[in-house]
């Protein structure tokens, strides 16, 4: 008896003479049916096409000859057209006994039993089904399925060249025929969104299903899989899987498969059948993704994602096919999908076609998150199992504000989100006309609302929302999109231009906060290479004062470019004191050293540092005399008062910023405070929230630095409250946590007549 492999090539060495035959079209899928009958030993063979929306009997080996381009189905109509809508396999033993079996009496299959049909694959659509019926009711083999694969495959190729299919028509599947679908997740970045899904690692087109030369396609594999497992064992490093949380799990199952001999061998074996090597690993991609559905563990699904994310990575290198879908451009409105993203991955796309995000993973104050805020591209996270139904191409609404997407709409669901998008616009430009308004409250007290920033193009953002300045500039971000590390002139260019577009506005500039869940690859210390827990590892000014070149360098350009100005610089995660003089010295010693270089110097430096570290809280009499301002980092103080990674997704709903904990740490830090002289505000992203914001304001909070989108609803907030009521209503409730904060102030709110967004 013939080996699965040799039997498989045997076929495919019939169907490769047939292909390279200069019959048409309609000859070869003849054959070809042909083939795969008379080598499954089934009475039937038949090939279905979609044409004009049905699926057609274009080929068949055993039907009535006659029903040969008069048989139609719809996509979901009979076993054939559920292989196609849900493009997925059958092998049935008894087909009569499935819920879809249709019977057609103009084709005469009524005398067969078993069926099994895979779907025709083209551009990640399925645009036909081959399928072979025999009068036993029996379940075809594994390895008959698999050479129906292979041939399924083929088809495609033919199809593809013969444009037996209409792209259009393929893409118009989506339409309709596969559903409309709502996914939903959890709201990371509220707003709303129309355009086509884009896999951020797009999915590899195989443009050749037959090998020319085994031995060179064995090779070529070979070779894929040593540079996979070298970038699976440097990926701990990068941004894509450096942002904690599920990564460590993640990675661990990405090892495991790379290095699985199962999957290398059983890739060699769909070689030897005469494959190439991209056909190969689809096949076996196509059997895996099978045998994991019948097993329908929800554990092995999610594994099964990770093992998919693989196959296409090895395709990705095999075929040459790399870069992400930024570096192919976006051609039209884009909804991004990807399981999680580094905030220099995201900023490499066109801001004016990326109209929204969709990401597996992510948690609110993840650095993707709040670089996708800054840009204003609504983010629906935690959207799990989202590769099942999203497909290359889909038209999807985004409603974040919601936290759902809508796969493939209706023509009414479109129509209801049109209108909704509709009301949003209203509502934007209602907040346009906020941005000369001063956010003085009810009562009469001035509130100081500035915006958070870290690229140049953010600085428009300024004049548009009428900000007090900016509160944050995360210089970091120029670090992050550089390839290599910016140099002095192009940091002080920056910066001057970001002051200049300031104009008499303050702005300030918090030093590089690089590591943690913003690695650089240029600048890798050894220390934090091998940092199990990034979030609070060598990172931030921990990893600036021990590069003290950095560190000098950013000092010596912020100086330069504030020149005749006023300088105000923040130093991220002190978490002593003597942290903070060590940065402040760097500073200094630039200023005597630019001095001695008669440059111009700034009028005045204002130095500040960032609350992050729940130590620091402790201390705070020791640090406040050295200081200007103080400056609360709520998204990394949570994440370390709580003991919670901000970028673990499974942990992002779990804890709540109106909670008692932060709450009345927050409180103490402004009792403590008070008094000092030193100017206290919050700029971590809990301040860009209406509710949140309330809550700041009634411990006597008045200074936030928010995301530019958040502006205008927080000037809208701060006008409609009394601050003598709010600060009574919170130290009340602070007193006695016994209620639920969030649930009190809402009431409140209501109760007030504030107008919550
Ligand atoms: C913070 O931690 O709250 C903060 C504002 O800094 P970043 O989000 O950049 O870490
Ligand atoms: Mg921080």
């Not at 199992?385 to 796969?407: Q, S, Y």
């Not at 600048?523 to 560190?551: F, V």
């Amino acid at each position: 008896m013939m080996s699965a492999a040799a039997s498989a090539r045997a076929i495919l060495t019939r169907l490769h003479d047939v292909m390279a035959t200069r019959m048409h079209a309609q000859g070869k899928l003849d054959a070809v049916v042909d083939i795969i009958g008379t080598s499954l030993d089934s009475e039937v063979c038949s090939v279905y096409l979609l044409r004009d929306g049905m699926l057609e009997l274009f080929a068949t080996r055993g039907l009535n000859q006659s029903a040969v381009h008069v048989t139609r189905m719809a996509l979901g109509e009979g076993l054939t057209g559920t292989i196609a809508a849900n493009n997925e396999m059958l092998n049935l033993a008894e087909a009569k006994a499935h819920p879809d079996f249709l019977y057609l009496p103009e084709t005469g299959e009524d005398k067969f039993h078993s069926y099994a049909g895979v779907p025709i694959v083209y551009r990640t659509r399925a645009v036909g089904v081959l399928c072979v019926q025999h009068v036993d009711p029996r379940r075809y083999e594994d390895v008959e399925i698999e050479a129906l694969q292979t041939t399924a495959m083929v088809l495609s190729e033919l199809i593809a060249n013969a444009e037996l299919v209409d792209e259009e028509e393929a893409r118009g599947l989506s339409e309709g025929h596969t559903g409309t679908q709502s996914l939903s997740g959890l709201t990371l970045v509220k707003g709303l969104a129309a355009g086509h899904a884009v896999f951020h690692q797009p999915r590899v087109q195989i443009e050749q299903v037959m090998a020319e030369d085994i031995e060179l396609e064995r090779q070529r594999v070979y070779r894929a899989f040593d540079k996979m497992r070298e970038q699976i064992d440097s990926m701990a490093s990068q941004a894509e899987f450096g942002v904690g949380g599920e990564h460590e799990e993640v990675l661990q199952t990405y090892k495991m498969f790379a290095y699985d001999e199962g999957w290398s061998r059983r890739i060699n074996e769909a070689i030897d059948s005469g494959l190439t090597a991209e056909a190969a690993i689809e096949r076996v991609q196509q059997h895996t993704r099978l045998r994991m559905r019948e097993i329908d563990d929800p554990l092995l699904a999610d594994r099964m994602h990770d093992l998919e994310d693989l196959a296409n990575r090895l395709l990705r290198i095999v075929s040459g096919q790399l870069g992400t879908a930024a570096s192919q451009g976006l051609r039209r409105d884009a909804i991004l999908i990807a399981r999680n993203l580094g905030p220099a991955e995201l900023l490499e796309y066109d801001r004016r076609r990326l109209k929204g995000v969709i990401l597996e993973e992510g948690s609110l104050t993840a650095h993707v998150v709040i670089v996708a805020r800054a840009m204003g591209v609504p983010v629906l996270g935690r959207a799990q199992g989202l590769r099942g139904f999203i497909r290359e191409g889909d038209e999807i609404l985004l409603d974040a504000d919601a936290a759902l997407a809508t796969i493939r709409p209706s023509t009414a669901v479109a129509e209801a989100f049109d209108d909704r998008f509709a009301k949003s616009r209203e509502r934007q430009a209602a907040y346009a006309e906020l941005r000369d308004v001063e956010p003085v409250t009810k009562c009469g007290t001035r509130i100081e609302v500035m915006m958070n920033a870290g690229l140049r193009d953010d600085m428009s953002s300024l004049a548009l929302t009428g900000a007090d300045g900016v509160g944050l500039f995360r210089t970091e971000f120029q670090f992050l999109v550089s390839a290599t590390l910016p140099q002095r002139e192009r940091q002080t260019r920056l910066y001057r231009d970001v002051l200049d577009a300031a104009g008499d506005k303050p702005v300030i500039f918090r030093t590089v906060d690089i590591g943690g869940d913003k690695p650089v690859t240029y600048l890798k210390s050894e220390e934090a290479q091998h940092d199990e827990n990034p979030a609070m590892g060598w990172r931030a000014l921990r990893l600036a004062l021990e590069r003290e070149g950095l560190m000098k360098i950013q000092a010596r350009s912020l100086i330069e470019a504030a020149g005749g100005r006023t300088l105000h610089v923040m130093f991220p995660m002190v978490s002593e004191p003597w942290e903070f003089d060590a940065a402040k010295a760097v500073f200094e010693e630039q200023l005597v050293f630019l001095k001695g270089q008669k440059k111009m110097l700034p009028e005045a430096i204002h130095y500040g540092a960032m609350l992050e570290v729940p130590a620091l809280a402790e201390v705070l009499d020791l640090l406040l005399p050295k200081l200007s301002f103080l400056s609360i980092g709520t998204n990394d103080l949570t994440q370390f008062l709580f003991a919670a990674d901000r970028a673990n997704p499974k942990l992002a709903e779990r804890y709540d910023w109106l909670s008692a904990p932060i709450m009345r740490f927050l409180q103490r830090v402004e009792r403590n405070t008070n008094g000092s002289g030193v100017s206290l505000g919050v700029c971590g992203e809990m301040g860009g929230r209406q509710l949140e914001a309330m809550a700041l304001l009634g411990i006597g909070i008045r200074r936030l630095s928010i995301t530019p989108a958040a502006i205008a609803p927080i000037k809208d907030l701060v006008r409609q409250i009394d601050l003598g009521e709010l600060e009574k209503a919170v130290t009340g409730w602070l007193a006695d946590p016994s209620n639920n904060l969030r649930e009190s102030l809402t009431a409140w709110a209501s109760d007030q007549g504030i107008d919550i967004a």
